[in-house]
């Protein structure tokens, strides 16, 4: 069916984004790829956050088994692309670095360079994490208001259609106003789902980094032992 | 997380969105029962026979009248294709056949077309005079030299309107137009309605039956609601001695600019 036969008067979607005027168009173009975006990277970060705190599950489990850092690193090398492997990395390069400056009293001194290091590990974790999640709360936040300027446009374009007609009836109004408000009901359907998902993944998020704190702390712990 | 990962996901939601358009667009296709059932069904006497004297007649009239009746664009108006030259008396039999086998018509109904049977005999003797003038040009506007609640032929080439009928016409032309407002999305499209209406003694609105549909539900649906608004219409005047008219019109969205 193309666009030419389609009965606008049908009540569908389609049929309405169809015989909008072309800014509210522009505007349900501009929403459409807002939402697309944003349920991709929905959809990206549930993966990706699933399997950082299955790998955070890993880790305790095997920190708890593991009585030295020689063993911790032999668990977990078969899977290098996780942020708890990351932490065991940075640990293991900075012990690394020392034994090869010769350093035989490693331990009193190394620990805080240790702490550093993890530290740092923990926040390029956060922001590799947190990438994108931007887009979620822009979106929460522009949608309704890019939807909002496609209905306000569109009751502009209609009281615009009355003057010129001089009729106030209820038949040339109410269509018109139709057509405006499907922009504001794109802005908020792209809207609503992009802020659950925000708050959402920031809960999760924030778990994240805690659980990656307490893994740093587990480390330090074997390191001193 | 790799890119293939964010193209995938990409696919998914655009996938699921397209989906979720097209699951909001199905539904309320089935929400155009409305208009149908405003079309109200009209038992159209002269309609019938209009077509019967043009398959029979073959007479000069009959092959220039079109089958189904049109009116000419400016005068908004359009009237029923009447037997011009066809002998009445089939005419009327063969309607009473078929209104009985549609409609199961009741006796009042059956007097009713009695009593228009007898204004159209009347008619026909008044058109039969005046043939030779009428009949040859009845194709042009579709409409036929006569119709039965408005005698006088004008669109297809017959004798003009007297100055009555035609104040009469355009005296509702004017009220439906005032009070008709095309919505707000049909404004600038190539639609077409016509409408025949059948106006009482008293100006009240007895039938309505759309003869030709735009295709545009809600443009259909403003004509019928105007028309059913206007009701009731003026009364017919005296002068024109008719219990009942019928009259065409036709709804283009440029009539109100």
């Known amino acids: ?225 | 997380m790799r890119e293939e990962a964010w193209y995938k996901m990409l696919i998914i939601s655009f996938a699921l969105h397209v989906l979720i358009i097209a699951a909001f667009s199905i539904p309320f296709k089935g929400s155009s029962k409305r208009f149908d059932a405003l079309s109200s069904y009209s038992v159209n006497l002269v309609g019938e026979l209009g077509g019967r004297g043009g398959s029979t007649g073959g007479g000069h009239a009959e092959k220039a009248l079109p089958e189904k009746p049109v009116p000419a664009a400016p005068a908004r108006v359009t009237k029923r294709p009447a037997p011009i030259r066809k002998p009445v008396k089939e005419a009327v039999s063969l309607s009473k056949k078929k209104v009985a086998a549609r409609e199961k018509t009741t006796k009042e109904e059956l007097s009713r077309l009695e009593d228009r049977i007898r204004d159209m005999k009347k008619r026909a003797d008044y058109l039969d005079v005046s043939k030779t003038k009428t009949g040859g040009a009845g194709g042009k506007g579709g409409t036929g030299a006569g119709a039965p609640g408005l005698p006088f032929g004008s669109e297809g080439g017959g004798k003009p309107l007297d100055p009555a009928t035609q104040r009469y016409i355009l005296d509702i032309w004017d009220k439906v137009k005032s009070a008709w407002g095309v919505p707000g999305m049909t404004y600038k499209k190539d639609l077409e309605t016509i409408v025949i209406i059948k106006i009482r003694k008293d100006g009240r609105i007895v039938d309505i039956n759309v003869e030709k549909r735009s295709g545009n539900r809600i443009y259909d649906e403003s004509i019928l609601r105007v028309l059913r608004a206007v009701d009731p219409l003026p009364p017919i005047p005296a002068s024109l001695n008719m219990d009942y008219m019928e009259l065409g019109f036709r709804f283009l969205p440029g009539d109100l600019s």
């Not at chain 1, 032999?74 to 990351?86: A, L, V």
């Not at chain 1, 390029?124 to 306000?152: C, D, K, M, Q, Y």
Request: glycine share 6%; charged share 20%.
């Open chain 1, 1 to 225: 069916m193309g666009f030419s036969s389609l009965n606008m008067y049908s009540g569908g979607l389609l049929s309405l984004i169809y015989s909008a005027g072309p800014v509210a168009k522009a505007v349900m173009l501009i929403l459409f790829i807002f939402s697309v975006i944003s349920w991709t990277i929905m959809f990206v970060k549930f993966r990706q956050y699933g399997r950082t705190e299955r790998e955070g599950e890993r880790f305790f489990h095997a920190a708890r088994e593991a009585d030295s850092f020689k063993k911790l690193i032999t668990i977990y090398r078969d899977n290098p692309d996780n942020s708890f492997y990351r932490l065991i990395l940075a640990c293991y390069k900075e012990i690394t670095k020392r034994q090869k400056e010769n350093n035989p009293d490693i331990k009193p001194g190394i620990v805080p360079i240790i702490e550093n290091a993890l530290k740092i590990t923990i926040s390029e974790e956060s922001t590799r994490l947190e990438r994108r999640l931007s887009f979620l709360a822009t979106t929460a936040n522009a949608s309704p208001f890019i939807g909002l300027f496609g209905t306000v446009w569109g009751i502009m374009d209609s009281f615009r259609e009355i003057g010129v007609r001089g009729t106030t009836s209820l038949a040339v109004v109410a269509p018109g106003i139709s057509e405006a408000l499907i922009a504001t009901a794109m802005g908020l359907a792209a809207a609503i789902p992009a802020v659950l998902a925000y708050n959402y993944f920031s809960g999760r998020l924030k778990r994240i980094m805690s659980r990656m704190e307490n893994a740093s702390l587990y480390l330090i712990n074997i390191i001193e032992k």
